[in-house]
């Protein structure tokens, strides 16, 4: 128990008006101290305060951002309690923050009371913890306190929020007969792509004899491989920028939870690298399963403090699958990921950049900030730009998201066309007929 | 939820009501307390009930006790200054002043920790208002009849003591202590028959 602001003031109160009534030889110092004086003594008479039992439930344990659940708090009560405060502490993993609710009550001995907290995933995706209640109790005459923290955690995952992507068939078409689309790459399979000149390596029993005979020259059946595509979402959480324009873990969480979602949904094969310095990655697999294991991944994307691994920049071949697509999304802000990225380009991995850009997020500064900074940010700008140059230069495509929405910029380089180098293991950028990736 | 100082559902204690009734009635009394020896005596006291009804309208609006403190310390300090001035009205002020800043800081503290929009339920507001609003009341209505049975007694024992020995405010003093002794030990043999 505490002696409460009241008590503490009664106290000081009493002292000084008794020492000035005495002193000063005035009995109305003295009258105007009597009921400070008798109040002090009023815990005396207090009943022994004990702890309410509580007990928390969670209704969901996974959430997708922008619902809410709620959580479920018992309360019983030991004693008499004039007025309990509870307050229930959420605290985001990921990104430490903390939020509290509050709710008061009088408790009788006995009494079961049943409080709801509204859980809100509004500030983003992330591990939310919930169930650490912190209790703030005070006698009937106020002049006491007691508090206490009761921790029940319990954790909810709260995976980001999945936007359709549409028109963004960066890699390969609609197939005529074997599911939806077909492997961009060519190799051994049963449907037809197309007819080439025999080249050293090829197969003998694929000769087409009759075309052969008719042009004079050796032609090959070249045909789609009979299995779709590996996709390898990088996502690079060695730096964070947030601002009003947004949060860039949280809105590449999203590009990335869009992306998987998009390509198991076709029966490819999806996996995920957390790029914070060290490589622990979920390697492609198809399926809901897969995807589910993604968005739990990506709930847990956080801001890398490790600064140790400088020199993580070579993706191990292992994790990687041949004639696979990488998407990196990125703000490029830390060297390492830019050397990451640079280095997959450099081994002819089919690379699609995911630029978002910092500046876009934090909004503009104000007029003084924005003048000495001008200068600064304008070379930090040219860096940046310098960055994506070299890339591109190296057959990575960059896609530049406005907002949060990735969907509009993929179907924008989409559109463009097939300017992506042929990738390693013979990866072209479009089936022969057609002739581009659309 | 009504924001009406008197409600349709009025003679019903609803939380917003009493919220609002306390929050403005508070400051009222203070200004009140304030403004009686104004009239009487000095205009300086026109500025001690400005202070004091500022700081407490604003520690209820804030749920910040600290103005509230201020609030009763200026108002002490004030009278401490305007006493010589008051004259023999000064000490009968000052028997009406410890109560009334007493009931002032009773019902504000009570009133600066509920939080009408932490309660889940509204019939929580009644309950919570019994639990601490009454008991505040009846703190300020004992503190008062202490005050008077104290006065009456000191006044009533002053003449038959030699002030050399005893002056008035060592008589308030012991009498306190006496009249407090007495509360408890009734309330410990009241506890122990209960038992």
Known sequence: ?438 | MSTRLFPANAGKINKSSLQQFFSIALPLAGTGAALYPALAVSAWWFFGAAAVTGLLSAGIKAKNFTFLQAGAVILIVIYLFSRPALGAAGFIYGVFMGPGVFGILELGYTLTLLDEKTLPLDTDAQKTARALLLPALARTLLGSAIVIIVTAGALSIAPLVDEAVLSLPVVFFLLTIVLAGGLYLVYRGLVAGRR
């Open chain 1, 1 to 438: 128990m505490y002696l409460s602001a009241k008590a503490k003031l009664y106290l000081y109160l009493t002292g000084t008006l008794v020492f000035l009534g005495i002193a000063l030889g005035r009995p109305e110092l003295m009258l105007i101290s009597l009921p400070f004086a008798v109040s002090l003594a009023l815990p005396l008479f207090s009943e022994t305060t004990a702890l309410p039992d509580l007990a928390a439930e969670i209704e969901n344990s996974e959430l997708v951002e922008g619902s809410e659940t709620t959580l479920h708090l018992t309360v019983k009560g030991k004693a008499k309690i004039p007025l309990l405060k509870i307050t229930h502490e959420l605290s985001i993993f990921n990104s430490g923050t903390v939020l509290r609710e509050q709710r008061q009550l009088s408790l009788d001995k006995g009494e079961t009371r049943k409080l709801k907290f509204t859980i809100s995933t509004s500030p983003g995706p992330g591990r939310y913890r919930v169930g650490k209640f912190s209790l703030c109790g005070t006698d009937k005459s106020g002049m006491l306190y007691f508090k206490n923290f009761i921790r029940q955690t319990m954790e909810i995952s709260v995976f980001p929020a999945i936007n359709t992507l549409e028109n963004v068939n960066l890699v390969n078409q609609p197939r005529l007969y074997h599911g939806y689309y077909t492997s961009p790459f060519r190799g051994e399979g049963l449907e037809f792509s197309e007819i080439k000149e025999y080249r050293h390596g090829d197969s003998l029993k694929h000769i087409n004899w009759k075309k052969s005979l008719k042009w004079g020259n050796l032609l090959v059946n070249d045909r789609y491989l009979d299995r779709n595509i590996d996709v390898v979402i990088i996502v690079d959480s060695l730096s964070q920028a947030k601002g009003p324009g947004g949060n860039y873990l949280h809105i590449a969480a999203r590009g990335a939870a869009s992306l998987a979602h998009y390509y198991t949904g076709r029966n490819d094969r999806v996996g995920l690298i957390d790029y914070d310095g060290t490589i622990d990655p979920i390697l492609p697999q198809s399926g809901s399963a897969q995807l589910k294991k993604i968005l739990t991944r990506l709930s847990r994307l956080r801001e890398s403090q490790l600064y140790v691994a400088k020199k993580a920049a070579t993706i191990p071949k292992r994790v990687l699958p041949p004639q696979g697509v990488i998407y990196g999304l990125t703000c490029l802000s830390d060297d390492r990921a830019y050397n990451m990225f640079f280095d997959l380009a450099s081994r002819g991995f089919y690379l699609v950049l995911i630029y978002i850009s910092p500046t876009g997020l934090t909004g503009n500064l104000n007029s003084e900030e924005a003048e000495t900074d001008s200068f600064t940010g304008e070379i930090w700008e040219l860096r940046q730009e310098a960055k994506i140059a070299s890339l591109k230069s190296l057959g990575a495509r960059v896609a530049r998201p406005a907002g949060d929405r990735i969907g509009p910029a993929l179907a924008e380089i989409a559109a463009e066309g097939g300017s992506g180098t042929g990738g390693r293991g013979g990866f072209k950028t479009g089936p022969a007929k057609g002739g581009d990736l659309r």
